[in-house]
């Protein structure tokens, strides 16, 4: 369990998977700023801000 109040951005990648899901959860209890990085074919996230990228693809990834 994360304290909460954390004055904190996070970029969390596999965030539709189970690690992943539950780090998000975590982070977003704790009042974390919470960015997932999904790929198209995932599903997105239901908490949470999340951005549909490919990480072969690094100038997507910039933006």
Do not use: C, H, W
């Not at 997105?44 to 100038?59: E, F, H, N, Q, T």
Request: proline share 3%; charged share 25%; no cysteine.
């Amino acid at each position: 369990m994360l304290n909460q109040n954390l004055d904190l951005k996070a970029l969390v990648t596999g965030a539709s998977g189970f690690i992943g899901g539950r780090l998000r959860d975590e982070l977003l209890d704790a009042g974390a700023d919470v960015v997932a990085i999904v790929r198209a074919s995932s599903p997105k996230p239901k908490r949470g801000r999340s951005v549909v990228a490919d990480y072969a693809d690094l100038a997507g990834l910039t933006q």
